[in-house]
């Protein structure tokens, strides 16, 4: 791992992600977790002031190691316990059926192996489990989603593996979720980059 991976990207990423709209989205819809749940992405920590008291625990994975280490030092304010895992969320280790929430924010962008990654999701929450997500990727307007794909390789290489065009509702719905609540459309900032997809869903 060179120093971009070490030491530049982490900061670009710990900035991006604490910017007031994308907070915002947090605020609005973490708050709604319940039970045990299981962070995908947890990356710094940002959702965990936003867990409620009816939370019993949380999960978090993710495989940046210069992240995480800030993820456990925000989780020691939290009411409940917190278990951090650096690993990417291909391979989730518990059994099935064992989260009641899954909360996945800005995550489904960046990891290498997306379907594995939902599928696990789908294998390790309860029949009446939520998932909550918000993420950023395909945008509807044809010439945006033209750029996305142009722009996808090199904004991978910069962007830790994130991915501009993936198609979040289509990913999600295929894995195995039903869709109950979603709203689409542009935050401020570059059009490439800031068109997002957030809601909840439960297991079909």
């Given at each position: 791992?060179?120093?971009?991976?070490?030491?530049?990207?982490?900061?670009?990423?710990?900035?991006?992600?604490a910017q007031k709209?994308?907070?915002?989205?947090?605020q609005r819809y973490v708050p709604a977790a319940r039970g045990r749940v299981l962070e995908?992405?947890?990356g710094s920590g940002h959702n965990l002031a936003?867990?409620?008291?009816?939370?019993?625990s949380v999960t978090g994975i993710d495989p940046a190691a210069e992240l995480t280490r800030q993820a456990r030092e925000r989780a020691q304010?939290?009411?409940?316990?917190?278990h951090v895992i650096e690993q990417s969320g291909e391979s989730i280790p518990t059994e099935s059926g064992y989260f009641d929430t899954i909360v996945c924010t800005w995550t489904l962008c960046s990891i290498p192996n997306v379907y594995r990654a939902l599928a696990e999701m789908r294998r390790v929450i309860t029949p009446h489990g939520r998932l909550i997500f918000i993420e950023h990727g395909?945008?509807?307007?044809p010439r945006i989603a033209r750029w996305q794909q142009r722009i996808d390789p090199l904004?991978?290489?910069?962007?830790?593996?994130?991915h501009l065009s993936r198609p979040v509702e289509d990913l999600i719905?295929?894995?195995?979720?039903?869709?109950?609540?979603?709203e689409k459309g542009h935050i401020p900032g570059p059009r490439i980059a800031t068109f997002m997809y957030h809601g909840c869903a439960s297991p079909r």
């Amino acid at each position: 791992m060179g120093f971009y991976a070490r030491r530049i990207l982490p900061r670009m990423i710990e900035a991006a992600c604490a910017q007031k709209p994308l907070m915002q989205l947090r605020q609005r819809y973490v708050p709604a977790a319940r039970g045990r749940v299981l962070e995908i992405g947890i990356g710094s920590g940002h959702n965990l002031a936003f867990y409620g008291p009816e939370v019993s625990s949380v999960t978090g994975i993710d495989p940046a190691a210069e992240l995480t280490r800030q993820a456990r030092e925000r989780a020691q304010t939290l009411h409940c316990p917190v278990h951090v895992i650096e690993q990417s969320g291909e391979s989730i280790p518990t059994e099935s059926g064992y989260f009641d929430t899954i909360v996945c924010t800005w995550t489904l962008c960046s990891i290498p192996n997306v379907y594995r990654a939902l599928a696990e999701m789908r294998r390790v929450i309860t029949p009446h489990g939520r998932l909550i997500f918000i993420e950023h990727g395909k945008a509807p307007d044809p010439r945006i989603a033209r750029w996305q794909q142009r722009i996808d390789p090199l904004w991978k290489q910069l962007a830790g593996g994130c991915h501009l065009s993936r198609p979040v509702e289509d990913l999600i719905e295929h894995a195995g979720f039903r869709i109950e609540q979603l709203e689409k459309g542009h935050i401020p900032g570059p059009r490439i980059a800031t068109f997002m997809y957030h809601g909840c869903a439960s297991p079909r």
